[in-house]
């Protein structure tokens, strides 16, 4: 059997927040059917052009669905319902997606139009560049942690004999959507909230980068 030292090495990236997603669900309550489904229609089309008008383009907005239901408290005797629609948009900016929203307020002074706004997992960045440095940094992990157990048990180290990628974990950044929960702003007849909105940097998050690295000894 021949004799080797097997190590992980590992290697760290930070990515940045470069793109906010969001669903928007709008949705309409009234106490005949037909008014539900065709006030909300009417409602989805309104956000859309108000949203369109406020500076997102229309490669910004996407189709999220249409739910229609039946509260359970309503009285089995009335034909009521409650319908929404799903937008989803995508922008770089989220004081961008703000002064959207805020565009959209007089279209919920209805009470019975709610509008609901959910972050979404956001996209990070993905740059092969530094994908590169931390895969050789990883390796380079790895050596160093080999050479130090060679040299307190009096052996030489190696050839790379064997390399295991052990694929790489995500953190998370703590920004809306990028939590082990579901966090969500729940807005009724209102949107954005008004006034300027300051920008900061985007969220950040850890992605590492594992190798198991088996490495020859000579005795």
Request: proline residues 2%; hydrophobic residues 35%.
């Amino acid at each position: 059997m021949k004799n080797y030292i097997e190590v992980t090495g590992s290697a760290k990236i930070v990515e940045q927040v470069m793109e906010y997603r969001t669903s928007l669900e709008i949705s309409v309550r009234a106490a005949r059917e037909d008014t539900a489904t065709s006030d909300a229609g009417i409602l989805r089309d309104e956000c859309i052009r108000g949203l369109l008008d406020a500076g997102l383009g229309r490669d910004q907005l996407s189709e999220g669905g249409t739910a229609i239901w039946r509260p359970w408290h309503w009285k089995k005797s009335k034909n009521g319902q409650e319908v929404s629609h799903k937008i989803l948009v995508t922008c770089k900016a989220l004081a961008q997606l703000h002064k959207a929203l805020d565009t959209l307020e007089p279209l919920f002074k209805n009470e019975r139009n709610t509008i609901t706004v959910s972050a979404q997992q956001p996209r990070f960045e993905n740059d092969p560049a530094k994908l590169t440095a931390a895969q050789v940094a990883a390796i380079r992990d790895a050596r160093a942690k080999a050479e130090v157990i060679a040299s307190e048990t009096g052996l030489q180290l190696g050839a790379v004999a064997q390399v295991e990628d052990l694929g790489t974990t995500a953190g998370r950044s703590g920004a809306y959507g990028d939590e082990s929960w579901g966090a969500v702003e729940y807005a009724r007849g209102g949107g954005g909230g008004g006034g300027n909105f300051e920008e900061l940097e985007g969220a950040t998050r850890i992605r590492t980068v594992n190798y198991r690295v088996r490495f020859g000894v000579v005795s």
